[in-house]
């Protein structure tokens, strides 16, 4: 049964995207077959992979569309392929900002995307969902269907504001929807030369030791390069540092999803 994992901080620019495409990436470089769902917009995941808003076919509004007005979904071409085997990638479009909107009035929507979810269960190890920037329906639908959040956090001053909110978000979900859900957070664009950087690195550390993932993303310009090809940096850049750092997250994320496994 696949692992569901939710990236998400309200934040704009914190790497989120790039985080979930570049672990979906190191995932299923390791074996693990897994989907990347683009539940944003803005659609930068899509694009970041090739996938054009004029050119996706089906995409997850088409879905989501189906709690507003039922229909039958072309579910085999829903799901497209990427330039790396096993990675696989549901497209989003800008529809999405009216189905959000009208989405949120239908009752027991938060459970929408988790019952679209279960349909892949069988099929991907880990299911990753990149979400939009904001903590609205999307977002709840997002966490109530996931195992786990990944908060991407950026090492500047600025950093932790935002976070109490995306928490207190997280423990609502669970009062409410989702009573398993666990979070993590990733240290995203450290620069070691960058006094701030090492100190908010640094209470991050302090204040949440048990929930830091060990593995800091550093700055590494192959990132942006890479979204102009439309392949993940382990494709783009085998050796940059951002490639290897990405796939200490997939190992420290195999480890935490294990546990979940035998804790079921």
């Given at each position: 049964m696949?692992?569901?994992?939710?990236?998400?901080?309200?934040?704009?620019?914190?790497?989120?995207?790039?985080?979930?495409?570049?672990l979906?990436?190191?995932?299923?470089?390791?074996?693990?077959?897994?989907?990347?769902?683009?539940?944003?917009?803005?659609?930068?995941?899509?694009?970041?992979?090739?996938?054009?808003?004029?050119?996706a076919?089906?995409?997850?509004?088409?879905?989501?569309?189906?709690?507003?007005?039922?229909?039958?979904?072309?579910?085999?071409?829903?799901?497209q392929?990427?330039?790396?085997?096993?990675?696989?990638?549901?497209?989003?479009?800008?529809?999405l900002?009216?189905?959000?909107?009208?989405?949120?009035?239908?009752?027991?929507?938060?459970?929408?995307?988790?019952?679209i979810?279960?349909?892949?269960?069988d099929?991907?190890?880990?299911?990753?969902?990149?979400?939009?920037?904001?903590?609205?329906?999307?977002?709840?639908?997002?966490?109530t269907?996931?195992?786990?959040v990944?908060?991407?956090?950026?090492?500047?001053?600025?950093?932790?504001?935002?976070?109490?909110?995306?928490?207190?978000?997280?423990?609502?979900?669970r009062?409410?929807?989702n009573?398993?859900?666990?979070?993590?957070?990733?240290?995203?664009?450290?620069?070691q030369?960058?006094?701030?950087?090492?100190e908010?690195?640094?209470?991050?550390?302090?204040?949440?030791?048990?929930?830091?993932?060990?593995?800091?993303?550093?700055?590494?310009?192959?990132?942006?390069?890479?979204?102009?090809?439309?392949?993940?940096?382990?494709?783009y850049?085998?050796k940059?540092?951002?490639?290897?750092?990405?796939?200490?997250?997939?190992?420290?994320?195999?480890?935490?999803?294990?546990?979940?496994?035998?804790?079921?």
């Amino acid at each position: 049964m696949a692992q569901v994992v939710a990236i998400s901080n309200q934040k704009g620019g914190v790497a989120k995207t790039t985080t979930c495409i570049s672990l979906g990436a190191s995932l299923a470089e390791t074996g693990r077959k897994t989907l990347l769902i683009d539940l944003d917009p803005q659609a930068n995941l899509s694009l970041s992979l090739g996938i054009h808003d004029d050119e996706a076919g089906e995409t997850i509004s088409d879905v989501l569309e189906t709690a507003l007005n039922p229909r039958k979904i072309k579910w085999d071409d829903l799901i497209q392929s990427t330039s790396l085997v096993g990675l696989d990638v549901v497209p989003s479009d800008s529809r999405l900002w009216t189905v959000e909107r009208l989405i949120s009035e239908v009752n027991g929507y938060e459970g929408e995307l988790k019952r679209i979810a279960e349909r892949w269960q069988d099929e991907y190890e880990f299911i990753l969902i990149d979400c939009s920037p904001s903590l609205g329906p999307l977002t709840i639908m997002a966490l109530t269907a996931a195992n786990r959040v990944v908060i991407p956090i950026q090492t500047e001053f600025l950093a932790a504001v935002g976070l109490v909110r995306l928490i207190e978000t997280i423990d609502a979900v669970r009062e409410h929807t989702n009573p398993s859900l666990d979070f993590n957070l990733l240290a995203v664009m450290y620069d070691q030369r960058n006094g701030i950087c090492r100190e908010v690195l640094q209470k991050l550390h302090e204040n949440f030791s048990a929930k830091l993932f060990k593995t800091v993303i550093g700055v590494d310009t192959r990132l942006k390069e890479c979204v102009a090809t439309g392949q993940p940096i382990n494709q783009y850049d085998p050796k940059t540092r951002a490639t290897l750092q990405y796939a200490l997250l997939a190992g420290e994320l195999e480890e935490l999803s294990g546990g979940i496994q035998e804790a079921k």
